[in-house]
């Protein structure tokens, strides 16, 4: 037994997609189609959705926190203070709730009261940076030793 095409009323072979006769879609692949359709908007919608959400979504407190400590090391680059600096990151908590500043030895070569005025730009730089991580800064020497807090 075969099939009536929708629109012209003629046999459809079985197997055949569409109406030999008018090209007319037979009802399951019409049907198929729209499905298609409805799945590809519906993927589209899905992916915006995401893609907004995700956008709007605020990263973590530990990402954001180790941002800014990039955002000093960046910052401090480009200034005169750049080689008095190996690296920084937050201090243990039994040193302290502070950030730790690594010294290479050419701040050990400066005069005080100039390693004094370097060490306090930089922690101006932090104080004006630091949003997550606390304000306080521990600067630690080549050698090891921790140099004066602010």
């Not at 589209?44 to 530990?62: D, Q």
Request: net charge negative; hydrophobic share 45%; proline share 7%.
């Amino acid at each position: 037994m075969a099939r009536h095409c929708p629109q012209c009323g003629a046999a459809i072979p079985w197997g055949a997609p569409q109406c030999v006769d008018c090209g007319g879609y037979t009802l399951w692949r019409s049907r198929l189609a729209t499905l298609g359709i409805a799945i590809g908007g519906g993927t589209v919608i899905a992916v915006l959705a995401t893609l907004a959400w995700v956008s709007l979504m605020s990263p973590p407190a530990e990402l954001r926190a180790s941002a800014e400590v990039s955002d000093l090391m960046q910052r401090l680059e480009g200034s005169a203070d750049a080689p008095l600096v190996a690296g920084a990151g937050r201090c243990k908590p039994e040193v302290a709730d502070a950030l730790c500043i690594q010294l290479t030895a050419a701040a050990a070569e400066l005069n005080p009261l100039e390693r004094e005025r370097a060490l306090q730009r930089i922690a101006d730089t932090w104080s004006r940076i630091a949003n997550l991580n606390p304000a306080a800064t521990v600067f630690v020497a080549a050698d090891g030793t921790i140099l004066s807090p602010s």
